[in-house]
């Protein structure tokens, strides 16, 4: 699978990287596209090929993904991560802020749920048109 280069370094191509991270190659891709993992190094025949490390780089961004961060926070933390000087203190803060956007996402489903609860408890389902699902629609 793997060839020992330069140490514990390994270089794979990009089947074997989304295999080993769980990421798939066309979400590598995109992620080299977008700057959010440095783009992959050539074999003098034009092959892609990635380094260990870019299985943690991507395992991160895939555990990031599962718990909604948006890409745009993921290049913070991950900028954070590499920063072994940094402090907890601005991970916390990004964390904190994006756990208020998801409760605030929670109460707004919730809310509509709600709402849609009681439209079809009141809707009569039955041959008469009047409806109130549509007539909130409608207003």
């Not at 993992?37 to 260990?52: D, H, P, Q, V, W």
């Not at 870019?54 to 954070?80: A, C, N, P, Q, V």
């Not at 802020?97 to 009569?124: A, G, P």
Request: charged residues 30%.
């Amino acid at each position: 699978n793997f060839f020992s280069i330069f140490g514990r370094r390994y270089f794979m191509n990009i089947g074997q990287l989304s295999k080993e991270s769980g990421v798939s190659s066309k979400l590598i891709r995109h992620y080299e596209e977008i700057g959010l993992i440095k783009e992959a190094g050539r074999s003098e025949n034009g092959y892609r090929f990635y380094l260990e490390d870019d299985i943690h780089y991507l395992r991160f961004i895939k555990r990031s993904r599962e718990l909604g961060f948006s890409l745009e926070t993921i290049k913070d933390l991950l900028g954070l991560w590499k920063n072994k000087s940094r402090s907890s203190k601005q991970v916390k803060a990004l964390a904190t802020k994006h756990l208020s956007e998801l409760e605030l996402k929670l109460k707004q489903i919730q809310d509509m749920t709600n709402t849609l609860k009681l439209l079809i408890h009141n809707c009569h389902g039955d041959h008469r048109p009047d409806c109130p699902i549509l007539k909130k629609l409608e207003n």
